[in-house]
């Protein structure tokens, strides 16, 4: 853009900076968040973003155009190298296809958070994220300042802003772009569930939150399409005794006891 | 030719082997951890002995340990859960790491991860928490490297059964390896191999009953067609 004359001065740099406040644009977080809210952000596609959240803390990501996936990972804030497992999420619940009351798990046999509602079905613990390399192989780009952004890309950028480096980013989990496993173990993308779908998650530990908005790795699509995705959070509470949520499976039960037995001894239940 | 391959014992470092264009065989023993440096170009073969015995198995890039195996990214590359002939193991930067270039067995797990003490109190109960469990061994013999939990993600299972059922079902089952089946994997860059050959005694990954597995390192071809 030329410069109108205004920016030669550092007084009139000041007051053309200043100028921006009040400007909307389609991605943003709402700072402050509104009422109720603890954080409120929309995601562009090809964004990402991060938070430091409360335990208790629910966290909804929403997907309104139907062309979200919000690849995601957590940590115990503060102590990062305990860290979401996708492995011993499928197996410890036998379960490979997320959906309301399955736990995300630690590698420490704790729960992380849990997904208290998904209106969508359509998730997946398998195929992880898109790379620098698949995405220029796929799309001629996949750098993070670049047209079509790969996740692992934006994970470490995300992973950084928590001190954290890419030996720390484990195979991470998708949301809205679903894929199912067929008889002959071959993978099959089934796509999204539609618009206006969301899953909330509630954090069972102080959580660090890493979320990547881009295409599903198997998305067949040859465009990088990649809708918004709306994130706000609320405090809440976690999951206690008496939830039917701790007592739906004897392997949920024993996470829950363990993250219990394990917040009480450091002092913080 | 110089390589530098896993010596005789299990779980001593890696040393240089002799320049002899020889195998290095190592039975590595029930419930025991195993690793080896191998150039780009050699082969290692894993022979199931017994039968039915899981061997957990991790991959790094010898020079860069941040480039390591990347379950996700070999699911990806070739469309589907199984590993056999052909599958390349992938790493989280997506470039290859290792490719199975024969396969006796047919087919082998990567989606279900490493047993560990912590995930077998969920599975089974906390009684199981002082058993020995994989994650405990890949602890142990990536500490020799310089690597530490940061640096554990999903791994390849060899030998091991875990299919998906239509409604999302997943678990580990009786096994369909048998005594003397054999999984070979090329080096396609310098690589670091972490395995532990599976202690689990609670479900039938290893038939209840941890055996010893063979490891076979065969160097690279020599220019001069030598060599294997």
Redesign the interface.
């Known amino acids: 853009m030329a410069t109108t004359g205004q920016t030669r001065t550092t007084y009139g740099a000041r007051d053309h900076a200043r100028a921006q406040q009040g400007v909307r644009a389609t991605a943003m977080p709402k700072v402050p968040p509104p009422d109720g809210l603890v954080w409120a952000e929309t995601v562009a596609g090809g964004g990402y973003t991060h938070k430091a959240l409360a335990r208790g803390t629910e966290l909804r990501l929403a997907d309104p155009t139907g062309d979200a996936c919000a690849h995601v990972l957590l940590f115990v804030a503060g102590r990062p190298w305990e860290r979401l497992n996708a492995a011993d999420t499928v197996k410890v619940q036998w379960q490979a296809y997320l959906g309301a009351g399955h736990l995300l798990l630690s590698d420490q046999g704790r729960v992380l958070a849990s997904l208290v509602a998904d209106t969508s079905g359509r998730h997946d613990t398998l195929c992880g994220t898109s790379t620098a390399a698949r995405n220029t192989a796929r799309y001629g780009d996949g750098s993070p300042h670049g047209p079509s952004p790969a996740g692992r890309e934006l994970f470490t950028l995300a992973a950084a802003k928590h001190g954290l480096e890419p030996r720390d980013l484990p195979p991470s989990l998708s949301f809205f772009q679903g894929v199912r496993v067929e008889p002959d173990g071959s993978l099959e993308f089934i796509g999204s569930a539609g618009p206006g779908t969301s899953v909330t998650l509630r954090a069972e530990q102080p959580l660090t939150v890493l979320v990547a908005n881009v295409p599903h790795p198997l998305d067949p699509r040859p465009a990088y399409t990649c809708g918004p995705l709306e994130v706000t959070a609320r405090r809440a509470a976690p999951t206690a005794p008496g939830d039917p949520l701790w007592d739906a499976t004897p392997e949920g039960r024993r996470a829950f006891e363990n993250t219990a037995e394990h917040l009480t001894a450091r002092g913080i239940v | 030719m110089s390589t530098r391959t896993a010596a005789v014992q299990p779980t001593t470092a890696v040393q240089p082997t002799t320049t002899d264009d020889v195998p290095t065989v190592t039975d590595v023993p029930a419930r025991a951890p195993w690793s080896a440096v191998l150039p780009a170009g050699s082969h290692l073969t894993i022979t199931d002995l017994h039968g039915n015995q899981a061997v957990d198995f991790l991959v790094y890039d010898a020079h860069d ?2 480039v ?1 195996y ?4 070999t ?2 590359a070739q ?4 590993l056999t002939t052909g599958s390349v193991l992938m790493s ?4 290859p790491l290792m490719t199975v270039v024969a396969d006796t067995c047919g ?1 082998h797990d990567t ?4 047993c ?1 003490k ?6 089974y ?2 009684h199981t928490w002082s058993q020995h469990a994989c ?1 405990d061994n890949f602890l142990a013999e990536g500490a020799r490297y310089g690597l ?8 390849v299972n060899w030998y091991m059964n875990v299919p ?1 059922e ?7 089952v009786d096994g369909i390896s048998a005594p003397g089946l054999e999984v070979t994997l090329r080096a396609e860059t310098d690589v670091l191999v972490l395995v532990s050959n599976c202690p689990q005694i609670n479900n039938p990954c290893n038939g209840f009953d941890p055996t010893p597995v063979r490891m076979t390192v065969t160097p690279a071809p020599t220019a001069d067609g030598a060599g294997r």
């Open positions: 340990h941040a390591r990347s379950a996700p990214d699911l990806q469309g589907g859960i199984f989280g930067e997506h470039t087919r989606i279900g991860g490493a560990s912590e995930s077998n109190t969920l599975r109960g906390h994650v530490g939990k940061r640096d554990l993600v999903s791994n998906v239509e409604d999302g079902t997943l678990g580990i």
